[in-house]
């Protein structure tokens, strides 16, 4: 089996589980490649194409469609079914079925959606951490913004 193979089974395919870690680390990595994805693309077609809000929103929804796919492996983790992505959609909701994502530790053993997920390699926990340094470094700069 070839690695394009192994990338399509294991990331864009809503089959299989996924852990909290995982979650993290994987979300950080489609955020970081849709913003540089966008930014780069923005600056080919510039020369081409005004409208380029447009552009962003095909890339936010591309990234939309590729988090569902790990809302759903992490249901599936729970035990629970993947249709329940779409409540993620849903105002104050979604919110909280993300938190319960991120909160509550899936199955220990196999379940009726496969076995465990791998056990996390240093570079996810390292990736899944960079979310709390994202986060404290928005609230620093939104609370102590330079010049008011």
Known sequence: MNQTMIFADQVMSPK???GRIR????????LGAMI??????SLLVSWVWD????LVLVGALIA???SMIF?????????WSGWLCWLVLLPWVGNILLLLLLVM????????????PPPNSKAMVI???????????????TVFRPGI
């Open 105 to 116: 530790p899936g199955n220990r053993g196999e379940n009726r959606f496969g076995p465990a």
């Open 127 to 141: 990736l899944a951490s960079l979310w709390l340094v994202l986060i404290v470094a928005g609230v620093v700069l």
């Open 64 to 66: 939309r469609i590729m």
């Open 36 to 41: 540089a994805g966008t930014l780069l693309v």
């Open 23 to 30: 979650l993290l680390a994987w979300s950080l990595a489609l």
């Open 71 to 79: 809302f759903v492996k992490r249901l599936h983790d729970l035990n």
């Open 51 to 54: 409208d380029l809000a447009a």
């Open 16 to 18: 299989g589980r996924i």
